[in-house]
C-alpha cells in the first residue's frame, strides 16, 4: 500500500507538507492554516482503515485532504470508498483540488457540512477518523461509537497535544465498556478506540 503510492498522489502530499510547515511559521492565521498531521500518523491511520472491518469509512474534518490521501490509499487497497466532511468553504475548494490532482475522486466522497448534519446516514461505520475543532469531539463520539460494527474503529487526532481540552472525552473513552480503547503517542496522539464484539 506504502509503496506504490501514485505519483500524482505523492506530489500531491508532499505540496501539502510543505505548505503545513510554512503556515506554522509564517503567521497565517488559524482557521486558514492546514493544521493536518503528520506523514507517520497518515501512514497510522491507512494501517488501521485497511485493517478495519466492513462498513462505511467516513472522516470528520477534511481540511485541505492530507489525511484524506493516506485514507484513500486504504479505501484503494480494499475496495471501499471515503466520504470526508468539512464546514470550511475555503477548505472544500481546497480539498477538491487536492483530489483531483491526486487522481482519488473516484474513492473519495467530499461533503460541504456538517458530519453531524448527516450522521443518521451512518449506522454501520467499520472506520471513522475524527480530526475537527475540539468542541465537536464529544458529540461526534457520542454519535459514531453506537454505529461502530463489531470490530469498528474510531480514530480521533489530537490526544496528547491538545488533551486539556479534550480531557473529558478521553476520559469517558477510557472506560466506555462498549470500546477497548487507548490513546497511542505517535503525532499530535492518536486516541484509538476499537467496538467490542
Given at each position: 500500500m506504502f509503496h506504490d503510492i501514485p505519483i500524482g498522489m505523492l506530489e500531491r502530499m508532499h505540496e501539502l507538507e510543505r505548505r503545513d510547515r510554512a503556515d506554522r511559521i509564517d503567521g497565517t492565521p488559524r482557521l486558514d492554516r492546514l493544521r493536518q498531521i503528520p506523514e507517520e500518523t497518515g501512514r497510522f491511520l491507512a494501517l488501521w482503515a485497511a485493517s478495519a472491518p466492513k462498513g462505511a469509512v467516513i472522516e470528520?474534518?477534511?481540511?485541505a485532504g492530507y489525511s484524506t490521501l493516506w485514507l484513500s490509499l486504504a479505501?484503494?487497497?480494499t475496495a471501499r470508498t471515503l466520504t470526508t466532511f468539512e464546514v470550511l468553504p475555503r477548505k472544500v475548494a481546497f480539498a477538491r483540488e487536492t483530489f483531483?490532482?491526486?487522481?482519488?475522486?473516484?474513492?473519495?466522497?467530499?461533503v460541504e457540512g456538517d458530519f453531524l448534519d448527516y450522521a443518521d446516514e451512518f449506522d454501520?461505520?467499520?472506520?471513522?477518523?475524527?480530526?475537527?475543532e475540539?468542541?465537536?469531539?464529544?458529540?461526534?463520539y457520542d454519535v459514531v461509537v453506537p454505529c461502530l460494527v463489531p470490530g469498528g474503529i474510531l480514530i480521533a487526532d489530537n490526544a496528547i497535544n491538545?488533551?486539556?481540552?479534550l480531557q473529558p472525552m478521553l476520559d469517558a473513552a477510557l472506560v466506555d465498556e462498549r470500546v477497548d480503547a487507548l490513546v497511542v503517542p505517535i503525532g499530535k496522539g492518536e486516541l484509538v478506540c476499537r467496538r467490542k464484539t
Open positions: 470528520i474534518g477534511t481540511s479505501c484503494r487497497a483531483s490532482g491526486a487522481g482519488v475522486d473516484d474513492v473519495v466522497k467530499l454501520q461505520v467499520g472506520f471513522c477518523f475524527l480530526d475537527a475540539k468542541e465537536v469531539y464529544e458529540a461526534c491538545h488533551r486539556e481540552t
